[in-house]
């Protein structure tokens, strides 16, 4: 045999030994619950805006009796196309209307009331504004959901077993008719008194069990599947807990929902950070309106959160690992008013101009630890954009740092973090040091992470360093952007 052949033959023998020395790189395993593909969809969609209007609108108010008459309900210049462009404009990927508030007012026409938009001024009974919704989402590419309030101050039956029928039936109504709809929101809130049908009286229902709403739930999903339930406890997504904006600094998607139902007292700071031991992925759904108010009141046209505050907003919930669901209420002509307009206008801007360019995109990448030393978790994986790699420690290795070298000094705002959530929810505790002059400072500190984590900063350097205090299992960081 040629030395070169020999020469050859002896590389090949020390590269397989090699190769069999180190055992062969697994997929790291899944820890605690872990989200379905629909919730993963939710959770990408970050921006829904939620649309209160009925008469409440006509009748300044924002909880009806039931006992307005459907006469006062009539927009006069109503354009749901200016609505579905504002906010597609504007950055929302779905919309949550109102099809029934705790009135009981129908925004379509019902089979099962006449406390329904038929017997309204509007089109002279024509109208149906679920159906318009519906299909200007379908046009400009948003989703379309539904919030069918379960408490019914205009219906005879409520506190019966017929109104609960009464209100399966609706949903049969939306769901076979106003399709596909992605997300169901069942409101917890039951005030008690109403006009229930002439009674005037207060009813109280048992909230753990007087809707059954496992068999509703069923129902629906009979009908489409991936349905994103909302409610308090879930099933598919929870409330945050307050109408703040404000999702917890911790903000875990686990929580155990058994013991949980819609309207439940004392539970808003359990909802708000979840549990990091929590049984079921069940993230929270930040739901806060541009006004003081849910619905449209002339008096608050002054009162619009400005672009700041909703970008503020923004930070706290988006950027907590949240989805933010923003209320804009069209206003009595049936149209989203200029000074809520003007503000959605003026945060999508300041969301461009904020996170216009990433920083941290030509980065030079290097990790403490990689898991098997392998390409495939290598700590470049978190700027490459692509949401379907992560940098990944070995197993056993649950703190572990991250350095970013930004080439010069450049000034720094935001640092955004990215878990790989398919594979569970795991960091616990983070810290971000910054590199300036041959020294390294402290730059921020937080818990969780999740499907986002925008971290507020303020400094000038050249390399930022994500270090992993305390996870629940080997962390995995999908993206880190720099701004
Ligand atoms: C609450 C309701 O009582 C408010 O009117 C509003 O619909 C808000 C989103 O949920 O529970």
Redesign the pocket.
Known sequence: MKLHYWLLAVQCLIFSCSKRDKPPVTEPAPVGPIPTQAQLDWHDMRMNA?I?FTINTFTDR??GMGSEPEKEFNPTELNVDQWISVLKETGFKGVIL?CK??DGFCLWPSKYTEHDIANTPFMNGKGDIVRLVSDACKKNGLKFGV?L?PWDRNHKDYGKPEYVTYYRNQLNELFDNYGPIFEMWF???NGGDGFYGGKNETRRINGSTYYDWPATLDLVRSKNPDIIFFSDAGPSVRWVGN?KGLAGETNWNNISIDTLYAGKAGIENLLNTGSENGTSWVPAET?VSIRPG?FYHAKEDSLVKSPGRLFDIYLRSVGRGSVLLL?VPPDRRGLFHDEDVKALKGFKEMLDQEFKTDLATDAETEATNVRGDNEKYSSSNVIDKDPETYWATDDGVVSSQLILKLGSIRKIKYVKLAEYIKLGQRVKSFKLIYHKDGEWFDLAEGTTIGHERIVEVSAETDAVKLVINDSKACPLISAIEIY
């Open positions: 939620f209160h924002e909880w109102t508030h705790h919030y309030s409101d917890g809130a109408e739901d849910w209320n």
